[in-house]
């Protein structure tokens, strides 16, 4: 990239993790490509960081099924799975989740309703999902991973 060029930079590297991403914007670059970007950098941080304080995702997704299940996309619904999370269940999922790290509680407990929230299929900040459904040319790059072998 040129010296005097913006960009938008993201470089982690943490024991066995490694996040590097890269945009390096021209004069053409539009606006909802430099969001997608930085959504997707908001992404990578967001699915990192429980896991990384020792926040155990399982049981909260599990509750967030079970608070969010039968329930379909309209603010009321919305509602009574959020209510759900004054259950005894949620607490259950809250203290497992952290084990005896109990200061971690209040990140376990942002995770769980994010995760009611994104359940029901509702966003409650800018991700790559909502933007590429508003902008059909911005797409979601698959992660590097395996790859098929090919046939001769």
Do not use: C
Request: no cysteine.
């Amino acid at each position: 990239m040129a010296e005097d060029e913006d960009y938008v930079d993201f470089m982690a590297k943490y024991k066995d993790w490694i996040s590097i991403k890269r945009l390096g914007i021209k004069p053409n670059t539009k606006p909802e490509e430099i969001v997608f970007h930085l959504a997707g950098i908001r992404n990578t941080i967001d699915m990192k960081s429980f896991p990384m304080l020792g926040i155990k995702t399982a049981p909260l997704d599990a509750e967030a099924a079970r608070a969010a299940g039968g329930k379909k996309k309209k603010f009321k619904d919305l509602g009574a799975a959020v209510s759900e999370l004054e259950s005894s269940s949620a607490k259950h999922a809250v203290e497992q989740a952290v084990g005896g790290a109990k200061e971690l509680a209040p990140l376990a407990w942002i995770y769980l309703l994010g995760k009611v929230i994104s359940t029901l299929d509702y966003d409650a900040s800018i991700n790559q999902k909502t933007m590429s459904k508003i902008f059909p040319d911005l797409k979601i790059k698959k992660p590097l991973g395996r790859q098929k072998k090919q046939s001769d």
